[in-house]
């Protein structure tokens, strides 16, 4: 019997989370284009997002969050904690909604 190899993972550069730190620092991008930017899920970018968040808002840095706004009446979500884009507007029920930009200010 060959005795198994060690699990060596992929060598990475950089932490994924270093990489949406530094593209969001200098402009403002949606869980999607930072999804795409990073090659991960939406869902795992606002989950990196809630930490960056986090760890951000004991040092001098802020993660800018431009809210959503429903495209069918200009309702602004100004008030949502969650960084997830809204699935319907609370005033004309719509759906057609912008996502939220996330951004990272010093």
């Keep these: 019997m060959e005795p198994t190899k060690p699990f060596i993972p992929i ?15 200098g402009q403002p991008l949606s869980a999607k284009e930072i999804s795409a930017d990073v090659r991960i899920s939406e869902k795992e970018v606002s989950g990196h997002l809630e930490h960056i968040k986090k760890t951000f808002s004991k040092s001098g840095h802020n993660l800018v969050i431009a809210p959503s706004e429903c495209n069918k009446c200009g309702f602004v979500f100004k008030k949502r904690d969650r960084l997830k884009k809204p699935g319907k507007c609370p005033v004309c029920s719509g759906e057609s909604i912008s996502a939220p930009l996330f951004s990272i200010m010093t």
């Design 11 to 25: 060598e990475r550069e950089d932490t994924i989370r270093h990489k949406i730190i530094s593209i969001i620092s």
